[in-house]
């Protein structure tokens, strides 16, 4: 693949990395009380449009389909939501020893509250990390971070459900309306998102650059980029071998999907919802920062280990066969 050809493939973590170059050039742009007005257009508006537009590319059909895989849900679900958040918050009781940012831990804490992203995997479909991670994730960041949100409880959820519940459920609905053209059209529907994420990202760095008393320690943010693929790579090996250990519940591909849902972080979903819990918050931006480097790291081991773990699984479903069509 050529150097051009990468670039459109990956140019939404290209942007990431653009746009905070940008926010550090040029931040009164995207400040609160700026040009933008973030305050409106981000907490309103570019959250809505995130959450109609996954309403309106939600598969019903395929939700429903997929609800049925209850033994593999239930895995993901609680791999996901209960062990891993929980898993971080030992280990960073350990980092906090460290001289590590506490702000680059607390993000490292949200990363570990966030929900699989929609997309993480074909056999789960929509159905992983949507419905729970909108009630789930605020209630553990507020379990974890609570003393660090400055947005009263009350008012969390009631964003939560104009800007996240609301939009999806009217995107369904017009999906209702408009299937045959939307399977007939394909819309980018992720390009969109990613579109709009961008420009949450780059005003969430504009109020930090703006801000001359935070300060970001390179020593630190290194630090959380070995601990992040770390991270990844010891939970995806413990979810693939509890997965394997269960093999009279899970088929090889099934085994793939819990490896890559139960350790993959929504990006989409997890922005957007510290904009919500943490919004005024003058650290917002090195708390998201574990997250901006999880999204790529995920996709990153996941290209790198796919040839190896498609290898397995051919393997795996052959030896199946074989033993099949074996005569008793």
Not at 31 to 55: D, H, M, Q
Not at 104 to 129: D, E, H, N, R, Y
Not at 257 to 286: D, N, Q, R, W
Request: proline share 6%; charged share 10%.
């Amino acid at each position: 693949m050529g150097l051009l050809a990468r670039m459109r493939k990956e140019w939404f973590i290209i942007g990431i990395v653009v746009v905070i170059v940008s926010a550090k050039l040029q931040p009164s742009v995207g400040v609160r009380g700026g040009p933008l007005k973030p305050e409106i257009t981000v907490a309103y508006v570019a959250v809505s449009v995130i959450f109609f537009n996954s309403g309106l590319s939600l598969k019903t059909e395929e939700l429903t389909s997929a609800l049925l895989h209850f033994r593999l849900h239930l895995l993901v679900q609680s791999f996901t939501l209960i062990f891993f958040p929980l898993a971080i918050w030992l280990l960073l009781k350990l980092l906090a020893l460290t001289a590590i940012n506490q702000w680059l831990l607390k993000g490292l804490q949200t990363v570990g509250c966030m929900p699989p992203p929609v997309s993480s995997a074909v056999i789960l479909t929509k159905a992983v990390g949507g419905n729970e991670g909108i009630i789930v994730t605020p209630v553990l960041l507020l379990l974890f971070l609570g003393s660090s949100s400055s947005v009263p409880f009350s008012s969390i959820f009631s964003q939560l459900f104009m800007t996240v519940v609301v939009p999806l459920i009217l995107g369904q609905v017009c999906r209702g309306f408009l299937r045959e053209y939307l399977e007939r059209r394909k819309p980018p529907f992720g390009a969109v998102s990613s579109a709009v994420l961008l420009m949450i990202i780059y005003t969430t760095f504009c109020d930090t650059f703006s801000n001359p008393n935070i300060e970001l320690d390179p020593t630190s943010l290194l630090l959380v980029v070995f601990i992040i693929f770390s991270i990844q790579l010891s939970f995806m090996l413990l979810s693939f071998t509890c997965s394997t250990r269960m093999g009279s519940w899970f088929t090889p591909a099934d085994t793939v999907a819990i490896m890559f849902c139960s350790t993959h972080k929504s990006l989409t979903l997890g922005i957007p919802m510290l904009k919500i819990v943490f919004a005024g918050y003058e650290h917002l931006s090195l708390i998201s920062v574990p997250l901006l480097i999880y999204h790529p790291a995920q996709i990153l081991l996941g290209s790198v280990l796919v040839p190896s773990i498609r290898s397995w699984m051919n393997s795996r479903q052959k030896a199946a066969k074989m033993t099949i069509l074996q005569p008793v």
